[in-house]
């Protein structure tokens, strides 16, 4: 895809990312101006898809979404959250990141418990029917299929909380 043509693509992005029942204030990186987008159908899970990402990576609780021209995104969630896949996993309020087909990078506000320990997320790349999910030196892959549903979350991590397709599959770890 041309330079060109990922533009607009990021602002339809940024255009559909708010629920249908209100406004999206868009809150812009440093180098971008503040956009100010109408109601729109559909969501930012909606186009997860369109960069070759499931819509399930994030949870239902998104508030909203901004991204810059070089693929710079946060996610505002409405409050911090715990998603249980095969592994416990926390999400900030706010996700950063940079995004491109198949991969985001820079990844910060995404954590997951491996053992006693809680792990920053720094990356995820994707190739169809997997996702590589960068820990660190680690790195697991889960199946995509995990990621279909868009998962609801708890907000503590005690509760008793599932995402989408909750040890459907068992994860490999391995060096990346």
Same mark, same amino acid.
Not at 131 to 136: A, D, P
């Given at each position: 895809?041309?330079s060109s043509?990922?533009?607009?693509?990021?602002?339809?992005?940024?255009?559909?990312?708010?629920?249908?029942?209100?406004?999206?204030?868009?809150?812009?990186?440093?180098?971008?101006?503040?956009?100010?987008?109408?109601? *729109?159908?559909?969501? +930012?899970?909606?186009?997860?898809?369109?960069?070759?990402?499931?819509?399930?990576?994030?949870?239902?609780?998104?508030?909203?979404?901004?991204? @810059? /021209?070089? $693929? *710079?995104? %946060?996610?505002?969630?409405?409050?911090?959250? !715990?998603?249980?896949?095969?592994?416990?996993? !926390?999400?900030?309020? %706010?996700?950063?990141?940079?995004i491109s !087909? $198949?991969?985001?990078? @820079?990844?910060? $506000?995404? *954590? +997951?418990?491996?053992?006693?320990?809680?792990?920053? +997320?720094?990356?995820?790349?994707?190739?169809? /029917?997997?996702?590589?999910? *960068?820990?660190?030196?680690?790195?697991?892959?889960?199946?995509?299929?995990?990621?279909?549903?868009?998962? /609801?979350?708890?907000?503590?991590?005690?509760?008793?909380?599932? $995402?989408?397709?909750?040890?459907?599959a068992v994860?490999?770890?391995?060096?990346?």
């Amino acid at each position: 895809m041309s330079s060109s043509a990922v533009v607009p693509l990021l602002l339809l992005l940024c255009a559909v990312a708010a629920p249908a029942s209100s406004a999206t204030r868009i809150f812009p990186s440093e180098d971008a101006a503040a956009v100010t987008l109408p109601q *729109q159908e559909g969501t +930012v899970h909606d186009l997860l898809p369109d960069y070759g990402l499931p819509p399930g990576l994030l949870p239902a609780s998104v508030k909203d979404y901004s991204m @810059d /021209s070089n $693929g *710079q995104f %946060t996610v505002r969630l409405t409050a911090p959250c !715990y998603v249980q896949f095969t592994e416990l996993v !926390y999400y900030d309020r %706010t996700i950063k990141g940079k995004i491109s !087909y $198949g991969s985001i990078t @820079d990844l910060s $506000g995404i *954590q +997951v418990k491996k053992l006693f320990a809680w792990l920053p +997320v720094t990356g995820m790349v994707a190739d169809g /029917s997997s996702i590589e999910f *960068q820990v660190g030196f680690l790195s697991e892959k889960l199946p995509t299929s995990m990621f279909a549903e868009i998962p /609801s979350c708890r907000k503590n991590a005690s509760s008793s909380c599932h $995402g989408a397709g909750a040890g459907a599959a068992v994860a490999t770890l391995e060096a990346a």
